[in-house]
């Protein structure tokens, strides 16, 4: 058998510029993921309350990826609007074990995000300021975080809010595509060893054991990959895996992935349809910070 790195170590080797061709196959189809958080919430809102603070308003992005969830956020819920008037920035810090991930974050920012400090390390590992941001957030960020270390790390995102600010974390929960897809992996290749992902109730359960409010809706959709798109479809289970050496071929043919991947298998239209649940968890450190607005309670979207 291949031996293949563990969950951290993979996924790092593919948060590069080697792994760019994979990194978009995937958000070919991934975008949506951020796409619907953008939706979630009123963003331009929260955004907007900020403004006219005497220190100006920070915000950072923990695991920061590629820079989708800003990109959505300008794309869809209207943030652009707050640049147009020209008295609103945000200053957006960054946080990622990957140089690569840094760059491509930061050129995904633009007004009213204003590019800030860059962080090149593990959110564990983070020396945080405590008190320093009014908003922190990590979205499809968390998963290689072993559960054993979610307090840890998430202590550091609690400290660094401000007492007002507020935290959001979007994570897959273990019934929905990303955790699940990742259980049938490491059985399949690994007698189910290794690290799992972590899971959004694991990471609510570590935000409720450090003190802190929370707030947790769960958002239901479906990722389709067309019928004619088999390369498409290698490409984004790869990357949902960090694996590139597991071809379509051996995931069809490997128990107890081969059942999964069937049963998300329409055999009517020929198309596959993962279904994504994600838990969308608030947190603050008075309820009074649990400000953000559903986007359906406040008319948006």
């Known amino acids: 058998m291949t031996v293949r790195a563990d969950t951290f170590e993979r996924s790092c080797e593919h948060w590069s510029d080697t792994g760019r061709d994979e990194m978009e196959a995937f958000y070919e189809l991934a975008r949506i993921d951020y796409r619907h958080l953008a939706e979630a919430y009123d963003w331009a809102d929260a955004f907007q309350s900020l403004a006219g603070r005497k220190n100006g308003a920070r915000l950072v992005d923990i695991a920061c990826g590629s820079g989708k969830f800003p990109q959505a956020l300008l794309n869809y819920a209207g943030v652009a609007d707050l640049a147009r008037s020209g008295d609103f920035t945000l200053d957006y810090d960054l946080l990622d074990p990957s140089p690569f991930s840094l760059r491509e974050a930061r050129q995904a920012l633009a007004a009213p995000f204003r590019p800030g400090l860059e962080f090149c390390c593990t959110l564990q590992d983070?020396?945080?300021?405590?008190?320093?941001?009014?908003?922190?957030?990590?979205?499809?960020?968390?998963?290689c975080v072993p559960v054993e270390e979610l307090e840890q790390a998430l202590a550091r995102m609690c400290s660094a809010l401000s007492r007002d600010g507020f935290g959001f974390v979007a994570q897959g929960l273990r019934d929905g595509h990303y955790v699940g897809f990742y259980d049938h992996y490491r059985a399949s290749l690994f007698d189910g060893q290794g690290t799992p992902y972590s899971d959004g109730a694991q990471v609510e359960a570590a935000l409720r054991n450090l003190g802190m409010q929370v707030r947790t809706r769960v958002l239901d959709y479906t990722t389709v990959v067309p019928t004619d798109r088999p390369e498409l479809l290698e490409s984004y289970l790869q990357r949902c895996a960090f694996d590139d050496t597991f071809s379509l071929d051996e995931m069809l043919r490997r128990e107890p992935l081969a059942g999964y991947l069937s049963s998300c298998h329409d055999l009517v239209s020929g198309e596959y349809r993962f279904p994504q649940r994600v838990g969308m968890t608030l947190f603050s450190h008075t309820q009074g910070g649990l400000t953000l607005r559903d986007a359906s309670a406040s008319g948006v979207g």
């Open 126 to 143: 983070w020396d945080e300021q405590p008190g320093r941001y009014d908003i922190a957030w990590a979205t499809h960020a968390l998963y």
